[in-house]
């Protein structure tokens, strides 16, 4: 196995992901964007949740509107629902893994904030029942997916907003994501602050 050229294709593997997903995405993500900035003006709020590599990203995006992303500005309304490790397992434990994500929406969640659901595959039970959730509250929802979408695609209604990455291997997946989280931080920045550039 030559290491040195297994390296270079999945640089080159990424990059041409991305530019297959540009034209796909650049709408969902402003409709997104769109959608964020409605809720935090209004007072609301947006809830991020994921599994694994996913719940990383949720906890990425919320830190960087809570703190900041590239420019300077008050903190906004965020929250990673899979930092808190005693409602995480109090949840799964009493309750079962798939209603962690499900109960914090219903505990949390207000009519006008916005859920981003992250799930490469489209199909994490917990991700699938904080959508549902989400729904009942009158949540939008944002949901960053690959593989074809697969329940979440099926069950996200015409208000939210499906940013599906066309790939089926989850590394590039993965990697499309934290652009699009970027992407997204980016616009919502720009529409709080008026940036023209």
Same mark, same amino acid.
């Given at each position: 196995m030559d290491l040195i050229s297994r390296i270079s294709q999945h640089f080159a593997d990424s990059a041409q992901t991305k530019l297959d997903a540009r034209e796909m995405l650049?709408?969902?993500?402003?409709?997104?964007? +769109?959608?964020?900035?409605? *809720?935090?003006? !209004?007072?609301?709020?947006?809830? /991020?949740c994921g599994n694994g590599g996913s719940a990383a990203d949720a906890q990425h995006f919320a830190a960087e509107l809570v703190g900041r992303f590239e420019m300077e500005r008050q903190?906004?309304?965020?929250?990673?629902?899979?930092?808190?490790?005693?409602?995480?397992?109090?949840?799964?434990?009493?309750?079962?893994?798939?209603?962690?994500?499900?109960?914090?929406?219903?505990a949390l969640g207000q009519p006008g904030d916005v859920l981003l659901a992250i799930s490469t595959s489209g199909n994490s039970p917990s991700?699938? +029942?904080?959508?549902?959730? *989400?729904?009942? !509250?009158?949540?939008?929802?944002? /949901?960053?997916?690959?593989?074809?979408?697969g329940e979440i695609g099926q069950i996200l209604r015409d208000s939210d907003v499906h940013i599906c990455v066309p790939s089926d291997r989850t590394a590039r997946i993965q990697e499309v994501h934290l652009l699009a989280i970027h992407c997204l931080c980016d616009g919502v920045d720009c529409l709080l602050l008026g940036v023209e550039e």
């Open positions: 650049a709408a969902p993500l402003a409709g997104a964007t +769109e959608l964020m900035v409605g *809720a935090l003006v !209004n007072n609301g709020k947006i809830l /991020a903190g906004l309304a965020a929250v990673a629902l899979s930092t808190d490790s005693s409602i995480m397992t109090a949840v799964a434990n009493d309750y079962g893994y798939k209603t962690v994500f499900e109960r914090q929406v219903r991700i699938v +029942e904080a959508i549902r959730a *989400a729904h009942d !509250n009158d949540l939008h929802v944002v /949901a960053l997916t690959g593989k074809g979408g």
